[in-house]
């Protein structure tokens, strides 16, 4: 789960990459995160711990723009609406 780095220094392919990683996680705990027996605070820990590092991991390194950021931030409000 490495960050792919090539000459243009293009990020975008490797965000949509990590968020389609991040959909199929978030589909996959779903039966977790529907469960009404859980707390907020604990879906929130799942998505915190699974999700959001499966998206991010070695994001240090990537230079984005305004929309790249915006992207990420689009699928964490997503993800968030659906805990």
Avoid: H, P
Avoid at 45 to 69: D, F, N, S
């Amino acid at each position: 789960m490495g960050s792919q780095i090539n000459s243009k220094n293009l990020i975008k392919e490797e965000i949509g990459l990590r968020i389609q990683a991040g959909n199929i996680s978030l589909f996959t705990k779903k039966k977790l995160l529907k469960n009404i027996d859980l707390n907020a605070a604990s879906k929130l820990q799942i998505y915190k711990a699974i999700i959001r590092l499966i998206v991010t991991c070695g994001c240090e390194t990537w230079a984005m723009t305004v929309t790249e950021q915006n992207c990420l931030l689009m699928f964490e409000r997503r993800v968030l609406r659906k805990i």
